[in-house]
């Protein structure tokens, strides 16, 4: 099994909502991540978890809050988001690679829409 | 902090032909990774291929090759006879060693008939 799934593929919110976004993955992968992406541009790294713990924090809004319940599974908690929110939210988890880099492994996303 | 430079942000290709992306990229770290990834207007992040930096050999993964040229700090994705399904968003991505990705900004490669 090598591949990050995510759930929901689409997701629409108000202002006021609490939503979660989940993402998994079997590989037994160490580390995942969230990713925020804006149209035409690059991901923006949000959170890494490794072995279960944030490791990571861009410096997100409270408003998102990630929880890492076990290590195959990932969660976005949603409260009070902004229209700016509004993006693709993406999913993945990396192996170490020979070379000593970690290569991720991308989810399909969620594609979110604040109003 | 590292940097990756991808100055071109719309190429075209016809079919059949190939093309070469660009990305340069700066860094004072000896042990880092490479990154190509594809991304579709579907939204999924396609791994398409890896180099490490103390590869000897450039990379190559079916019709993907990568032209690294480490002295100069660059790893260009060449594609091969393109195809129609090639046209997307292309993202090089650095890695350090810190579990985190460096992105360019991309290139939107269009594929003509």
């Known amino acids: 099994d090598t591949e990050v799934t995510q759930t929901p593929k689409h997701l629409v919110m108000g202002m006021t909502n609490k939503k979660s976004l989940k993402c998994e993955q079997h590989m037994g992968h160490r580390a995942m991540y969230w990713y925020k992406q804006k149209a035409k541009k690059p991901p923006e790294l949000m959170f890494v978890y490794s072995y279960e713990k944030l490791s990571i924090n861009e410096s997100v809004p409270s408003r998102f809050s990630p929880e890492c319940p076990n290590s195959s599974l990932l969660n976005l ?14 999913c993945a988890s990396s192996r ?20 | 902090a590292q940097k990756i ?13 190939a093309v070469t992306l660009d990305c340069t990229y700066d860094t004072s770290d000896q042990s880092y990774g490479l ?31 990568l032209n690294f040229q480490k002295a100069r700090k660059s790893a260009n994705l060449v594609i091969s006879a393109s195809q129609l399904g090639d046209s997307a968003m292309y993202f090089c991505a ?20």
Do not use: C
Request: avoid cysteine; hydrophobic fraction near 30%; charged fraction near 20%.
């Open chain 2, 94 to 113: 650095y890695e350090g060693g810190s579990e985190k990705l460096v992105f360019g900004k991309g290139t939107k490669l269009t594929v003509n008939p």
């Open chain 2, 35 to 65: 990154f190509w990834y594809k991304q579709p207007s579907s939204g999924e992040m396609i791994f398409l291929i890896y180099q490490g930096s103390y590869d000897e050999q450039n990379a190559t993964e079916g019709r993907y090759s």
């Open chain 2, 5 to 17: 430079t991808q100055t071109q942000p719309g190429m075209f290709v016809q079919e059949k032909e």
């Open chain 1, 96 to 115: 170490l690679l020979a070379g000593a880099s970690y290569e991720q492994y991308f989810g399909p996303g969620t594609r979110l829409t604040v109003t």
């Open chain 1, 77 to 90: 908690h949603l409260h009070a988001l902004q229209p700016e929110d509004s993006a693709l939210y993406l």
